[in-house]
């Protein structure tokens, strides 16, 4: 939801950043596997202990993130770099909830549901990605929701940074993301079928 509505407030710091990048002639897919790398680091630190440098590195990597999206659509996006970028960041976001639940075993159950869930969201997104006929400026249908990937980094800096209610914000994540699994599916219905329809 905030990807969605509020990008174009950090819209122009990123479309700076992206065209240093590509001065300095870094390409997208190269962004792209910096960013992995970067969250990747987070994750490690998090394992360690070190949970405000796990935060402000998985930030970054956020950050990163949008600038090899803004990198593609200033050259040439490659079906290639979609894939890139979309599966790493499920395993930036995996290798987080990992690191904590390695951390907190207790709490492994909570973070196997989140990760469940997890799955269950970005397969109905990327399902309804690939069917639609609709297009966005993104490579593929992007579908809104409740959850986006800004969401998904706030849950887990809280996650990170409040490992005392590790627990409560587990299961709040995993409630946003089930709600955002049933109103991508609602939404995919009606598109669908308004598809159909035509």
């Keep these: 939801m905030i990807d969605t509505k509020a990008r174009y407030i950090v819209q122009p710091v990123i479309e700076k950043t992206a065209g240093v990048a590509l001065r300095t002639g870094l390409s997208a897919n190269q962004m792209t596997v910096l960013g992995f790398l970067t969250g990747i680091a987070a994750a490690g630190a998090v394992f360690a202990g070190w949970y405000v440098t796990g935060f402000l590195l998985l930030w970054f990597s956020g950050f990163l993130d949008a600038v ?4 593609a659509r200033k050259t040439i996006s490659t079906k290639f770099g979609t894939v890139l970028d979309v599966s ?7 290798g987080i909830i990992l ?8 709490l ?3 973070m196997l549901l989140l990760m ?9 997104f990327l399902t309804v990605g690939a069917v639609a006929d609709k297009k966005t400026e ?4 992007y579908q809104p929701a409740l959850a986006e990937r800004t969401e998904g980094f706030i849950l887990l800096s809280l996650m ?6 590790l627990l409560f914000f587990t299961l709040l994540f995993l409630a946003v993301e089930l709600i955002t699994a049933f109103q991508r599916l609602y939404m995919a219905k ?7 329809e035509s």
């Design 68 to 71: 090899d999206g803004t990198m």
């Design 88 to 94: 790493f960041d499920r395993l930036v976001e995996a």
């Design 99 to 106: 690191a904590l639940a390695f951390r907190y075993p207790d």
């Design 108 to 110: 492994m159950w909570a």
């Design 116 to 124: 469940a869930s997890i799955l269950y969201t970005v397969t109905i």
């Design 138 to 141: 993104k490579s593929f249908y």
């Design 160 to 165: 990170i940074l409040f490992t005392e209610y």
């Design 190 to 196: 009606k598109l669908l079928q308004e598809e159909e």
